[in-house]
């Protein structure tokens, strides 16, 4: 492959100077060496760039123009990043500073609402003052602000009129419809993605190559207000990033397709056509998680169509869409027998093996996504780094991942992202609590996060809690811990998602051959009296690989891991005022005929979705008593 660029590069210095040449020779002013040296130049910096260039590639299967794109994209976001990166450190040297300038920033820019005139924004001189004249908030104080925005009222909340309305992925209740603007999606990139492609590359140099990268994203399906604001989930989509997709290998036409079952095919098609594919990309782990078990579904009729160089019957494509595809495709025997010899091996270890070069899997693997990390490192992505890049939500950005290669996932806020308050822990509860700021919070401490941000919400409660555990300068580091509508809590014994996995994790150990595949709970109460039994308890339900039944002891073993865990929970089982969990086994792809109902329910887009850990919907848990086996 060297030498067509080197010919390109003689060609261009030979060009130059023989267009400097006929220049100097109509007259113009410039001095007789200029021309061979400015060929010179010209050439040598091309060889240069070739040089560059070569070093990064893997394969022999890219286009000069793809790769020269790559090039130029990959280098423009590291000077950026780099940049960013700078100003982060010297904001988190300065965070009161840095908190009370973003804070003014939102105040001055939607002064002239409606929502700002009623709370006489122009007049807050700094953050203690918005503190004593706006309330803290819940989406109740919003809804009906947001539903005039939706109908064609401006300058309601915001100055401008939003890019989208952005619905949360439900998680922890109801989904809820927020404003999404240029500004949020702005600071999204510049603070995160830019920042956090700059760790990455600091962190995992291998990945600074021309490699292409398997990014599993998904059209969403948009419906319009009543003023055609478009309605969906506020995350990148193909639309958004086009201008980067010859970074990825799943060709263009795929993102037109409106099935995810399809789209996902698709993704694993032309990820298994590439065997030099750097990195694995995905919003969440369990997007990667999931794609993998539709590879050991589907292996077969992929290797199929990669042999033969086309494009299953089994999809439901539109004719422009599939020619379009399957131009792109040619009959290559040589992989399709490489992958089938990897495939007939297993899949423990199965993406190193598909893909040499492989190194990094890039997706939040924190908070509900925990457990699909762990199967994803210790199943099919053996041996491969992972890294979790961001701490955000729909509200937008809210902080970073420095220490990609710590196993704990600590996120650095961003000061220049939002105006953050903390809760403490202990008074989530109080009718009117009082807030601290970046610069007042304690390492060891859990508080609820309450923003303000770009999109219009302002002392926000979003619901997260998150623990302080150190300080870079002088801002924060935190931890995700749980959402407050994801605790288990009977009795009010509280008993939060991470400490729940933790206590599942120690029992499946418990269980010979058992493999977690995926979990939820509920609250007995959920359930009315269709369980039986007067004590309070918890409904476990787990889908497991390699093993068909759980014995009594064995159900047992999560009440006494649990119970080991949390004293609180211990002390109302000794009482008797909670009765023993009920533990669950069910079918083989349960969770994922669930996932497909939340999704549907919600309107949440595959590149969002948050499995719910606690199922507050009776319909959820009587699908999956429905499912029970065991």
């Not at 020269?68 to 950026?80: D, E, M, N």
């Not at 036409?253 to 099935?259: C, D, I, L």
């Not at 993406?351 to 509900?368: E, Y």
């Not at 710590?406 to 105006?419: D, I, K, N, T, V």
Request: proline fraction near 5%.
């Amino acid at each position: 492959m060297s030498f067509p660029w080197i010919y390109a590069a003689l060609t261009f210095g030979f060009a130059v100077v023989s267009v400097a040449v006929a220049v100097n020779g109509n007259n113009l002013a410039m001095p007789p060496a200029a021309p061979v040296i400015l060929g010179v130049c010209s050439l040598t910096g091309m060889i240069l760039l070739w040089r560059d260039i070569s070093s990064k590639l893997k394969g022999d299967h890219r286009t000069w123009g793809s790769l020269l794109g790559q090039y130029v994209a990959v280098k423009a976001v590291g000077l950026l990043g780099r940049r960013q990166r700078r100003k982060l450190e010297l904001d988190t040297v300065k965070v009161k500073e840095a908190q009370e300038q973003t804070l003014l920033k939102r105040l001055r820019k939607n002064a002239d609402t409606c929502y700002g005139k009623q709370y006489n924004f122009s007049s807050i001189k700094d953050s203690d003052a918005f503190r004593a004249l706006h309330p803290i908030t819940t989406y109740e104080h919003y809804r009906g602000l947001i539903q005039r925005i939706a109908t064609g009222e401006q300058k309601v909340i915001i100055a401008e009129k939003p890019l989208i309305l952005a619905m949360t992925s439900g998680t922890s209740g109801p989904s809820a419809m927020l404003l999404s603007t240029k500004d949020t999606n702005t600071e999204f990139f510049l603070q995160g993605v830019a920042v956090c492609l700059d760790v990455m590359r600091e962190a995992f140099p291998e990945t600074d190559s021309l490699q292409r990268t398997a990014k599993l994203f998904y059209t969403p399906t948009f419906r319009q207000s009543e003023a055609g604001i478009p309605i969906g989930p506020n995350s990148s989509t193909p639309a958004s990033s086009r201008h980067m997709l010859n970074l990825y290998t799943t060709p263009a036409p795929a993102f037109e397709v409106p099935s995810e079952k399809d789209t996902l095919y698709l993704h694993l098609l032309f990820a298994l056509k590439d065997p030099t594919v750097g990195t694995l990309e995905s919003n969440f782990a369990s997007t990667v998680f999931y794609a993998f078990t539709a590879l050991q579904e589907r292996w077969p009729e992929l290797v199929e169509d990669i042999h033969r160089g086309q494009i299953s019957s089994t999809l439901s494509l539109e004719p422009k869409v599939r020619a379009g595809l399957e131009a792109l495709m040619k009959p290559d025997p040589q992989r399709a027998a490489q992958l089938r010899a990897h495939f007939q091996e297993g899949f423990s270890g199965i993406a190193k093996r598909l893909w040499p070069h492989l190194h990094l899997v890039l997706a939040v693997d924190s908070g509900s996504n925990q457990i699909y990390g762990e199967m994803l490192r210790d199943h099919y992505c053996k041996g491969v780094p992972f890294y979790s890049p961001f701490y955000a939500a729909t509200e937008g950005l809210i902080g970073v991942n420095l220490w990609p290669q710590e196993s704990r996932r600590r996120y650095l806020l961003c000061p220049r992202s939002m105006f953050c308050e903390f809760l403490p822990e202990s008074s989530l509860e109080d009718e009117a609590p009082q807030t601290l700021l970046m610069e007042q919070v304690k390492p060891g401490e859990s508080y609820e996060l309450v923003v303000t941000n770009a999109s219009g919400l302002f002392r926000y409660r979003i619901g997260d809690i998150v623990k302080v555990v150190g300080f870079h300068n002088q801002c924060p580091i935190v931890e995700f811990q749980y959402r407050r509508g994801q605790m288990l809590s009977v009795r009010g014994e509280k008993v939060s998602e991470s400490l729940f996995l933790g206590a599942l994790k120690k029992a499946v150990d418990q269980w010979p051959g058992a493999q977690l595949v995926d979990y939820s709970c509920a609250e007995s109460g959920i359930l009315g009296d269709s369980m039986g039994g007067s004590d309070p308890h918890y409904q476990v339900f787990v889908e497991l690989k390699g093993v068909r039944n759980l014995t009594e002891e064995q159900r047992y073993k999560l009440d006494i891991c649990l119970q080991q865990d949390s004293a609180v929970y211990r002390s109302f089982r000794i009482k008797g005022s909670i009765g023993p969990m009920r533990v669950q086994l069910v079918a083989d792809g349960a969770f994922q005929e669930l996932r497909k109902r939340m999704m549907e329910h919600s309107r949440t887009s595959p590149n969002t979705f948050k499995m719910q850990r606690v199922l507050r919907r009776k319909e959820y848990v009587d699908f999956l008593l429905g499912k029970t086996v065991s």
